[in-house]
C-alpha cells in the first residue's frame, strides 16, 4: 500500500480471523509455555536506535564491561514496511522504524545466519529506552512484543530502562543477566555524551570542508579512537585529545555563507540519521546550510528536570503514614543533583579536551521559564515543553536562520499539542522562520520542496548578515580553524567569525 | 541575454521567457496529457522558431512544477521549488498583496505575507496533502459525475441557498459524497456550489492553519480562473471572515480586493526566473533540446522494480481457466402458464437489479439497469423491463423483496414484503446456490467489497470495505473508459499482457497517481489493464480483510457481485485464492450480478410464506408509481439549530398508496415534519429508553446534570486535622510533618456573595467526561450558583465547522471540536447573554482509574495539551478571551494524586474564587463524593441490566470507547440504531465494580495466580499506563468472560492511544468468540451508510448469537464464564 496519505483509514477489523474454526478460550499475552533462556554467557543484548556514532560507542562501551553487546544497522526504509506489516496499525513513524528494525534483524539471524527461531529467541534479549507515558512512546514494547509474536518470535525478550523512573519495563530478566550498576548507566551515559559532542562538531565542519568526504573520514576515526578506548579501558580524555588532532586536519573554508538551521522536535524523528527523516541532515547540508542538531542528553536533563519538578511539587504535600522526620524528599533531591552534576561534568570535560567550546548542557530551567506563557509546564508527553522553549530561544537569543521541527505524522505531543501552539509562538515572534514538516503522510518529495522553501528564506538572511559586516583585508589563518569558535550575536558561521575578527581589532 | 521559466504542472506544462528586467517577451501554455517532456520539447522547438533570436541568446533556465526533477538535468536547468517561485512572483508583481490561494491540478497552497514590526517581511505557507480534493483534479471530476459540460461549469454562478454536504477532506470521499448528492437527484448547480463550497471551507479551516487571509487576496491557479462560481465563493466566504473577525476592508470593493489577476497561470514559471536569478549559484548555461529529445525518445517501460507477471500464464492456463469458470449465459424458462413467483430488487450504487424466483427459489427472470441517478425512476424502468419479458402476464408476481442502497425508499414506496441488508442477502444467495458448507462469500460490487465468514452454516464475521477502497468494479469500469474499451471487452485486452506495472492498492486517487506514472513509463494498455485486474485480490484479501494466511478461513470459497462478469478480474481473484490456499474450492455464483437480488427474493419468499399474505402493491400499480423529489427551505429540518437540509421523495401509485422518503438529515428528529409528530416520536424514544435502555445516552446526559447536592459547609466552629508539612533547609533538609487540630477557616460573607454573582463556563468535552460531576460540585460547593456553571452542548458538526476556522493543528475529532466548544461558549448568544467570567478547561494530566498494578494514570498528551491549543488559535491575532471580559483558566490537574489535586485546586481558584484554603479542600472532597455517587448509580443500572440479560438469555452490547466517546455527537448516535433494533447498551463506567460479582468472572485467574485482583489486566498488557486505554482492554476482559455481552467497540481517526490496543482487544474478544464490531477511524462526518449496514450486518450475527447461546445453554447449562 502507499504510504503516503494520512487519510487513509484502514477497515475495520471485527475480531480476530485466526479464531474462526476454533474453541473459545481466554487469549493471555506472551509464550503459553515456559522458556529455557541460555545463560548470560551465551545471551547477546541487542539494542539501537540512537544516531549511528552513539550505537557504535554504546556498543564499544557496554562490550567493556564484559557483555556481548551488538548495535542494530540503522534502520532504513525496508525496516519500516517490515514494521508497518507487523504492527498495529495507525502507530507513529518511529515505532514502524524501530520494531521493523528489530524483527528484520531477527529474520537475518534465522534466514541468512542459519540460527533457528528457538536459538534466537533463547539467546538473544533487545535492550532499548523505555517510557512510561503519556505518548505512545511509553508503548513501544507492548509493539515490539505484537510484532514479535506475529513475526514468530513469541517469547522474545525485551528490556528497557525507563529513563524516569530506572525501573524496568517489559520483561523482568534475570538480575545477573546485565548488572544495571552505577557502572553501567555511567558507561552509558559517557558513550552517548560523547557521541553528543563529537556529532556536533561533526555538523559544524562539514558544511565547509574543503575536501569531500574528509569530515565523515575524521569522524570515522574519531569513532575507532573512542571505542577502542572504551574496550581497553584506557582514557576517554585522552582519546578524545587525539580526536581534536584528527578533527584538526580537516581542512575548511569557513568562510562561505550559510544558513544555519536548527533541527529539532519529535526525538527521534530529530536524531535518526537515515530514511527515518528522509535524512534531513544529508539533504540540508547539500543544500548548503549548516545544521544544528539537538543533542540526546537534552532529552535526559528533560527527564532529570521532569523528576526534579515532580519533587518539588510533592514536598509540600501531606501524605497519610509519611514519617514526622521525612529523608525521601531529600534523597530523590540529591540523586537529581548528582544525576544533573555527572552530565554536566563529564559534558564539559569531553567538550573542552576535543575543542566544542561554545556549547552549553542546556538549562531546562530557564527553558521552562521561555515556555510557561504557552505550554503547560506539567504536560510531560513527547519533548514537553522543550520545542516551544527551543524556538523561542532561536529567535530570542539569534541562533538559527531557520528552525525546523521535525516529527512522525499523527505524533501527538509534537503535531497535535507544540504546533498548536507554535502558531501562537510565531504570531508573537513573527520574525521567526520556522517550519514544522511530519516525516509521514507525504513523500519524500514533498517533505524537500517544503524544506527548500523555508531554506529559501534562510539561505537570504544569512546573506544579508553576512554583507553587512565590513569585510576585512587580513583574515587570520584560525577563522579555518574549527577549533576557532566565537560566540556573538551573529548567526551564521561566516558572519560571527568576520565579526569577531573586526571586534579584536 | 533571457531567461526561460518552465513550470511543468500535473496537469499542464508552461514556459515564460524573461528578459533581464522579467518582462515576458514569450509565453506558452498547454495541457500535456500525461506526456510531459514531448510537450514541453514541442513548445520549445515552436518557440525556437517564432522567437529566434531570444531563443539563441537564452541563458539560464529555471524549472518548477511537480514533474520538473526528471527534466531538468536535460536542459541543465536549476531546478526551483514551486511555493516559492509564486511568492516570489507575487512579491515582484504585486507588491500590496498580502495572501494568496492556489489551487493546481493536484495541490492547493496557501501563502501568507506578514509583516512584523520592524518592517521584515516573513513569509508564511502551507500545502494540501497530494491526495487532498481542494483541487482541480477533484472539480474536473466531480463535474464529469454531476453530468455537467465545462463551459457550462465556467458560467455557473455562485449561490449559498442550497448548499448540501460534501467532504472535501479527500477526492474520493468527496466523490462519494457527490455521486450521493447525484442519486436524490440534488439538481447539478447546487452540487457545485456545495463542492465549492466545501473546497472553499476545506482550505479556510485546514490549509490557513488558523490564519486570516488578509486583504488583499490573490487567487492563483486554474480553477480559481477559469470557475467564476469558485471565485464568487472564495469573495463570500473570505468576506464573512474579515466580518466575524474584525478585519477593516472596503466592502463596496471585494472585487479588488480577492482578486485573480491576468496571466495567473505563469506566476511559477516567472518567479523561477526570478528565484534563480537572485540566488546566483547556477553556473550552467542552456544547453540545447538535445538532451531532452534523446529523454523523450527513450521512454520505456519494463526495467524498474514495478514488474509484475502477467495475469495469463499460457494459453493452456487460459483455457483451462474458462472451462472452468466462464459462466454459462442465462436462458430464462419460458412460462406457459400462470407462475407464482416473487420479486426482489437490489438497488444498487451503480446500477439495480431484479429478478423474479418460482416458489422452489428457481431463478425464472433477472433485469438490469445501469443507475441514471434516481432509485424509484430505475426502480420503474427495471419493471417495465419485466413486463416487456412476459407480454402474456404469465408471471403471478406475490411478493417483493428488496436490498441495497435504495431498501429504504422501495420499500415505503412498494410496501416490499421484505428488506433485508444487502450482506444477508448475499449470505442466503450464496447458502441458497452451494448450500451449507460455504466458509467465505466475497462480493464485489459497483463501490463496495464485502467479505462473509461462514461457520456451519452461520455467519461469524464479517469485513467489509470503506471509502478509501478503491478495488472494485467502478475501478475497471474506469479504466475502460479512460482508454475506450467497453467494458465487456476489458478481460480479453487484459490477457494479452505478457507482463503488468505493479499498482498501489487501497486508495483510488494513489492508483490513478500509479497509472499515470505507468503510462509515462511507457507501460501498454494491456499491461494496464492486467495491472488494475490484479490490484482486485490484493484490495480484498490484504487491504479489507488483512488476512495474511487465507487457509485459517476455510476452504470453500464463492465469489459473487457483478464484478465477477470480469473475467481477469476473476482470474486474478481465484488465482490468488489458489496460490495461498492450493485445496480450496472456489465457485463462482451462477448469477453474481443479481445474487443480492435473489437474496431478497428468498427473503420474501420465506416471508411471504411464513406470514400467509403479501404487502406488496403488485406490479401493475408499480410500473404506475410516480414520484417527485424536492429539496428546498420547505423541506430543511427545523427542530434545531443545525437546520439539515433534507429531500423529500414522494411516491404515489394509483390505489392512492403514497409514501414519502426522507434523505439527508442527522438525526433521528430529521425524520418527522410536524411538531405534533416529532412529540409523539420523543414519547416513543422516551417509553423506548426505559424498555430498551440506552446506557451510554443516559449517562452522557447526567454527568452533566446538577444531581449531587453538596453537604452543609463547615464553619469556623467545626474543627479540622491538618498535617502540617514544613520543608527545611530549602529542601536540603528533612520534611517535617505534625499533625494539628484547628478551625475550620471560611471566606467573608462579602466573598461569598461575590461568589454567587459569577458564571463559570466549562465545555463538554474529552476528559470533562470523565471528571464533570467533580468539576461542576467543587464549584457549587463553593457558592457558584448552580444556574451560573454552564456546560456547552453536546458536539454536532456545524458547531465544529464554526470553530474550527481557528484550527491550526489537524489532529483527532474529539481534540478539534474541543475548540469549537470553547467558540461556542464565546459566541453562541445563549452563553453570551449569561455573562461568562471565567471559561475552566482544565488541562488533565492524570485520571482516576480503577485498573490496578498499571504503570499509571496518565490521560493522552493531546487531551492535556489541547486547552492551550485553544488558547493558543484564540488569542493568535486577537485575544477573544479579554475582548469577551472571560478568563481562560488552563492551568493542569492532577486526578491520580488527591493531595496534589487539592494544591492545584486551590492555586488555581483562591484568588480568583476568594475562597480558602480549608474551603477548596472541603470542596474537593465533595467533588469525589458526587464522582462516587455518578458511578455507583450507573452502576446499578448497569448490574439490572447484566442480571435481566443471563435470566433471559438476551445479548446486550457493550461500547467499549474513551470517556467522551459518551457525546452522541463523537459516536454518531450508533448506539440509538443499536437500541431501536431492541439491543440494550452498557458503558464501560455502567460495568459492575464490586469485587463479589467480578470475581464471578475472574475468580479462576485469580486462584490461578495469572492476575493479582479483578482489575489487574498484566495478562493481556503490561505497558498500561494510559488510563483510559487500560479502561478499555479491562473492559474487553470482562466481556469475554461474560457470555451475554457482545461489544461495540469505538475509537477516533488517530487515536494514538488507543491504536497499541487494537490487537490486544482483537485477540480477546476474538479468543473468547465475543461478537464484536468496531468502529475505528470515526472522524467529523459521520459515514451513515456504512454505519447502517456494519449495525444490521451485526445485529444479524448477535441474533445467530443469541440462538447459539440458548442451545447452548439448554444442552450444557454452561456459561462461556467456565470455558476459561
Not at chain 2, 526551483?80 to 493536484?106: I, T
Not at chain 2, 505493479?502 to 501498454?524: H, I, M
Not at chain 2, 487531551?863 to 488569542?875: E, L, M, N, R
Request: net charge neutral.
Amino acid at each position: 500500500m502507499s504510504l503516503s496519505c494520512s487519510n487513509i483509514k484502514t477497515p475495520d477489523n471485527n475480531g480476530d480471523l485466526h479464531f474462526l474454526h476454533h474453541t473459545p478460550h481466554q487469549w493471555r499475552e506472551g509464550p503459553t509455555e515456559a522458556i529455557g533462556y541460555a545463560p548470560k554467557e551465551e545471551t547477546v543484548f541487542l539494542s539501537g536506535g540512537l544516531t549511528l556514532l552513539q550505537d557504535k560507542l554504546i556498543e564499544a562501551a557496554l562490550n567493556s564491561l564484559g557483555t556481548t553487546f551488538t548495535a542494530l544497522p540503522n534502520p532504513d526504509f525496508k525496516a519500516f514496511q517490515t514494521g508497518k506489516a507487523f504492527g498495529n496499525r495507525g502507530q507513529c513513524n518511529p515505532t514502524y522504524f524501530t520494531v521493523g528494525n528489530l524483527v528484520r534483524y531477527l529474520q537475518h539471524l534465522r534466514d541468512e545466519k542459519g540460527l533457528s527461531t528457538e536459538e534466537i529467541i533463547r539467546k538473544y534479549i533487545y535492550i532499548t529506552a523505555g517510557g512510561c507515558g503519556p505518548c505512545r512512546f511509553g508503548m513501544y514494547i507492548t509493539e515490539y512484543k505484537k510484532a514479535l509474536a506475529d513475526a514468530g518470535f513469541e517469547g522474545f525478550r525485551i528490556t528497557s530502562f525507563d529513563h524516569e523512573k530506572g525501573i524496568f519495563q517489559g520483561d523482568e530478566i534475570e538480575e545477573q543477566m546485565l548488572d544495571y550498576t552505577p557502572t553501567f548507566f555511567i558507561t552509558l551515559a559517557k558513550a552517548v555524551v560523547i557521541g553528543d559532542i563529537i556529532n556536533m562538531l561533526g555538523y559544524k565542519i562539514r558544511p565547509y570542508e574543503v575536501e569531500k568526504g574528509t569530515t565523515d573520514a575524521a569522524l570515522a576515526q574519531c569513532r575507532a579512537i573512542v571505542a577502542n578506548a572504551f574496550l581497553k579501558h584506557t582514557s576517554l580524555i585522552a582519546a578524545m585529545w587525539q580526536c581534536r588532532k584528527v578533527l584538526s586536519a580537516v581542512k575548511l573554508d569557513r568562510l562561505q555563507v550559510k544558513p544555519k538551521v536548527m533541527v529539532m522536535g519529535e526525538f527521534w524523528a530529530a536524531m535518526t540519521e537515515g530514511d527515518g527523516n528522509y535524512n534531513l541532515y544529508r539533504f540540508l547540508e547539500a543544500e548548503g546550510a549548516e545544521c544544528i542538531p539537538q543533542p540526546i542528553i537534552n532529552r535526559l536533563m528533560l527527564s532529570l528536570w521532569e523528576a526534579e519538578q515532580s519533587n518539588l511539587k510533592q514536598q509540600h504535600l501531606p501524605g497519610e503514614n509519611r514519617p514526622a522526620v521525612d529523608f525521601s524528599s531529600l534523597k530523590s533531591r540529591l540523586l537529581i543533583k548528582a544525576g544533573k552534576a555527572a552530565v554536566k561534568t563529564h559534558f564539559t570535560l569531553y567538550a573542552k579536551t576535543i575543542g566544542l567550546h561554545d556549547y552549553d548542557v542546556p538549562d531546562i530551567d530557564k527553558l521552562a521559564e521561555l515556555a510557561k506563557a504557552y505550554y503547560t509546564l506539567e504536560c510531560s508527553g513527547g519533548e514537553g515543553h522543550l520545542e516551544v522553549a527551543h524556538l523561542i530561544e532561536a529567535v530570542k537569543h539569534n541562533l538559527a536562520h531557520l528552525v525546523i521541527s521535525v516529527k512522525p505524522f499523527g505524533c501527538m505531543p509534537s503535531s497535535a499539542v507544540s504546533d498548536g501552539v507554535q502558531s501562537l509562538v510565531t504570531a508573537r515572534y513573527p520574525q521567526a522562520n520556522f517550519l514544522s514538516i511530519e516525516t509521514s503522510g507525504e513523500g519524500a518529495a514533498n517533505f524537500y520542496s517544503r524544506v527548500q522553501m523555508a531554506l529559501f528564506k534562510a539561505k537570504q538572511a544569512a546573506k544579508e548578515e553576512f554583507e553587512a559586516i565590513r569585510k576585512d583585508e587580513n583574515i587570520p589563518a584560525k577563522v579555518n580553524n574549527y577549533l576557532y569558535q566565537p560566540t556573538n550575536d551573529k548567526i551564521g558561521t561566516a558572519a560571527a567569525l568576520l565579526q569577531s575578527i573586526s571586534v579584536l581589532k | 541575454m533571457y531567461a526561460l521559466g518552465i513550470d511543468i504542472g500535473s496537469t499542464t506544462v508552461k514556459y515564460v521567457l524573461c528578459d533581464k528586467d522579467f518582462n515576458i517577451v514569450a509565453k506558452a501554455y498547454t495541457p500535456h496529457d500525461t506526456k510531459q517532456a514531448p510537450t514541453l520539447l514541442k513548445l520549445l522547438e515552436t518557440l525556437s522558431q517564432t522567437h529566434k533570436e531570444a531563443y539563441d541568446n537564452i541563458g539560464k533556465v529555471y524549472i518548477t512544477g511537480s514533474g520538473a526533477s526528471r527534466i531538468a538535468p536535460t536542459l541543465n536547468a536549476r531546478f526551483v521549488q514551486e511555493v516559492n517561485a509564486v511568492v516570489l512572483a507575487v512579491e515582484h508583481l504585486h507588491p500590496d498583496v498580502r495572501s494568496v490561494v492556489e489551487l493546481g491540478g493536484q495541490d492547493a497552497k496557501i501563502i501568507h505575507f506578514k509583516e512584523s514590526e520592524d518592517g521584515k517581511k516573513t513569509v508564511l505557507t502551507s500545502m494540501n496533502d497530494k491526495c487532498a480534493s481542494g483541487t482541480g483534479a477533484t472539480i474536473e471530476k466531480c463535474t464529469m459525475k454531476v453530468g455537467m459540460e465545462p463551459e457550462e461549469a465556467s458560467k455557473l454562478a455562485f449561490s449559498a441557498q442550497k448548499l448540501h454536504h460534501v467532504a472535501a477532506k479527500c477526492g474520493v470521499f468527496a466523490e462519494t459524497d457527490i455521486v450521493n448528492l447525484v442519486k436524490t437527484s440534488v439538481p447539478a448547480n447546487e452540487i457545485m456550489n456545495s463542492l465549492a463550497d466545501a473546497i472553499v471551507m476545506q482550505n479556510l479551516t485546514v490549509l490557513t492553519r488558523g490564519n486570516t487571509l488578509m486583504p488583499k487576496v490573490l487567487l492563483l491557479g486554474g480553477p480559481n480562473t477559469y470557475l467564476p462560481f469558485l471565485q464568487e465563493c472564495w469573495r463570500m466566504r473570505i468576506a464573512e471572515l474579515w466580518d466575524e473577525r474584525g478585519i477593516a476592508y472596503d466592502k463596496e470593493k471585494l472585487e479588488k480586493l480577492i482578486i485573480v489577476p491576468d496571466n495567473a497561470q505563469y506566476y511559477a514559471a516567472l518567479g523561477a526566473v526570478i528565484f534563480g536569478e537572485g540566488e546566483a549559484n547556477h553556473d550552467k548555461c542552456f544547453s540545447g533540446l538535445i538532451a531532452l529529445k534523446t529523454l523523450v525518445e527513450s521512454s520505456g517501460a519494463g526495467e524498474s522494480d514495478t514488474v509484475d507477471a502477467p495475469l495469463v500464464q499460457s494459453k493452456a492456463d487460459l483455457e483451462a481457466f474458462q472451462k472452468r469458470y466462464t459462466i454459462p449465459p442465462f436462458i430464462p424458462p419460458k412460462p406457459t402458464s400462470k407462475t407464482v413467483c416473487f420479486l426482489g430488487i437490489d438497488g444498487g450504487s451503480t446500477s439495480s437489479k431484479a429478478v423474479l424466483v418460482n416458489e422452489k427459489g428457481e431463478l425464472m427472470l433477472k433485469v438490469y439497469q445501469l443507475s441514471k441517478g434516481n432509485p424509484i425512476a430505475d426502480t420503474v424502468e427495471l419493471l417495465q423491463k419485466i413486463k416487456a419479458q412476459d407480454p402474456e402476464s404469465h408471471y403471478d408476481i406475490r411478493g417483493l423483496g428488496v436490498t441495497g442502497y435504495a431498501a429504504d425508499v422501495l420499500e415505503g414506496a412498494l410496501r416490499a414484503d421484505a428488506n433485508i441488508i444487502e450482506t444477508i442477502a448475499h449470505m442466503k444467495s450464496a447458502q441458497a446456490a452451494f448450500g451449507t458448507s460455504v466458509d467465505v462469500i466475497c462480493d464485489i460490487g459497483g463501490q463496495d467489497i464485502k467479505v462473509l465468514f461462514m461457520e456451519n452454516g452461520m455467519m461469524k464475521n464479517f469485513r467489509l470495505s470503506n471509502q478509501c477502497s478503491a478495488g472494485n468494479g467502478t475501478l475497471l469500469q474506469s479504466m475502460a473508459k479512460q482508454f475506450g474499451v467497453p467494458v465487456e471487452k476489458y478481460a480479453e485486452v487484459a490477457f494479452e499482457a505478457k507482463q503488468a506495472p505493479r499498482f498501489n492498492y487501497g486508495c483510488a486517487v494513489f492508483l490513478d497517481t500509479d497509472r499515470v506514472n505507468f503510462q509515462k513509463e511507457g507501460y501498454t494498455k494491456e499491461e494496464l489493464f492486467a495491472g488494475i485486474a490484479k490490484v482486485l485480490p490484493k484490495n480484498v484479501w490484504q487491504y479489507v480483510v488483512q488476512a495474511p494466511n487465507l487457509a485459517m478461513l476455510g476452504r470453500h470459497f464463492v465469489l459473487q457481485g457483478g464484478t465477477q462478469y470480469n473475467q481477469a478480474a476473476l482470474k486474478a481473484q481465484v488465482d490468488y485464492i489458489r496460490s495461498q490456499v492450493p485445496d480450496a474450492t472456489v465457485d463462482v455464483h451462477p448469477h453474481p450480478g443479481e445474487a443480492g437480488a435473489i437474496g431478497a427474493a428468498l427473503e420474501a419468499l420465506h416471508s411471504v410464506n411464513a406470514r400467509g399474505y403479501a404487502t406488496f402493491v403488485g406490479l401493475e400499480e408499480a410500473l404506475q408509481m410516480t414520484y417527485t423529489s424536492r429539496t428546498d427551505e420547505e423541506t430543511r429540518c427545523r427542530f434545531c439549530s443545525i437546520n439539515c437540509s433534507r429531500t423529500f421523495i414522494d411516491t404515489q401509485t394509483p390505489s392512492g398508496n403514497s409514501a414519502r422518503y426522507i434523505a439527508g438529515f442527522s438525526c433521528e428528529d430529521g425524520t418527522v415534519e410536524s411538531v405534533d409528530a416529532l412529540k409523539s416520536l420523543r414519547a416513543s424514544r422516551k417509553s423506548l429508553q426505559e424498555s430498551v435502555p440506552n446506557l451510554v445516552r443516559k449517562e452522557a446526559e447526567k454527568l452533566f446534570a446538577p444531581l449531587y447536592t453538596p453537604n452543609a459547609k463547615p464553619t469556623p466552629e467545626h474543627h479540622i486535622e491538618e498535617q502540617r508539612v514544613r520543608v527545611t533547609l530549602g529542601g536540603w533538609g528533612p520534611t517535617l510533618r505534625t499533625t494539628q487540630k484547628r478551625p475550620f477557616q471560611t471566606s467573608s460573607a462579602e466573598d461569598a456573595a461575590y461568589r454567587e454573582s459569577l458564571t463559570i463556563a466549562i465545555p463538554k468535552v474529552l476528559n470533562v467526561y470523565s471528571l464533570a460531576p467533580f468539576l461542576r460540585t467543587y464549584l457549587e460547593a463553593l457558592g457558584i450558583q448552580r444556574h451560573n456553571i454552564l456546560f456547552s452542548t453536546f458536539s454536532n458538526e456545524d458547531m465544529y465547522l464554526e470553530g474550527a476556522k481557528y484550527g491550526s493543528v489537524d489532529s483527532c475529532y474529539p481534540a478539534k471540536v474541543a475548540q469549537s466548544h470553547v467558540y461556542q461558549l464565546l459566541f453562541a448568544k445563549k452563553y453570551a447573554k449569561k455573562g461568562i467570567d471565567y471559561l475552566w478547561f482544565p488541562a488533565v494530566t492524570h485520571l482516576p482509574g480503577y485498573v490496578t498494578h498499571s504503570m499509571g494514570q496518565t490521560s493522552c498528551p493531546i487531551v492535556s495539551g489541547t486547552p492551550k491549543v485553544v488558547y493558543s488559535a484564540f488569542t493568535k491575532e486577537r485575544n477573544l478571551f479579554s475582548e469577551k471580559n472571560i478568563t481562560f483558566v488552563d492551568e493542569a490537574l492532577d486526578f491520580d494524586n488527591r493531595a496534589l489535586l487539592k494544591a492545584q485546586l486551590f492555586d488555581i481558584w483562591g484568588k480568583r474564587l476568594r475562597i480558602t484554603k480549608d474551603e477548596s479542600d472541603w470542596a474537593a472532597e465533595e467533588g469525589w463524593k458526587a464522582l462516587a455517587q455518578q458511578d455507583t448509580q450507573i452502576m446499578q443500572e448497569g448490574r439490572n441490566i447484566l442480571d435481566e440479560a443471563e435470566a433471559n438469555g438476551e445479548v446486550v452490547i457493550l461500547m467499549l470507547g474513551r470517556p467522551y466517546h459518551s457525546d452522541p455527537g463523537l459516536n454518531h448516535e450508533v448506539l440509538d440504531e443499536f437500541q431501536s433494533l431492541g439491543f440494550k447498551t452498557l458503558s464501560m463506567r455502567a460495568v459492575p465494580k464490586e469485587h463479589n460479582y467480578l470475581m464471578r468472572f475472574f475468580g479462576k485467574d485469580v486462584e490461578a495466580g495469572i492476575i493479582a485482583d479483578v482489575f489487574d489486566i498484566r495478562d493481556v498488557w503490561k505497558e498500561n499506563f494510559s488510563t483510559n486505554s487500560a479502561q478499555k482492554v479491562w473492559a474487553a476482559k470482562f466481556a469475554a468472560r461474560h457470555p451475554n455481552v457482545a461489544v461495540l467497540d469505538l475509537s477516533s481517526f488517530k487515536c494514538g492511544h488507543d491504536a497499541p490496543t487494537y490487537a490486544i482487544i482483537d485477540k480477546i474478544l476474538g479468543a473468547s468468540r465475543t461478537p464484536h464490531l468496531p468502529l475505528h477511524d470515526i472522524d467529523a462526518n459521520k459515514p451513515g451508510g456504512s454505519i447502517k449496514i456494519r449495525v444490521k450486518t451485526f445485529a444479524y450475527t448477535l441474533e445467530q448469537y443469541a440462538e447459539e447461546l440458548k442451545i447452548k445453554r439448554e444442552k450444557l447449562n454452561l456459561a462461556r464464564g467456565d470455558f476459561q
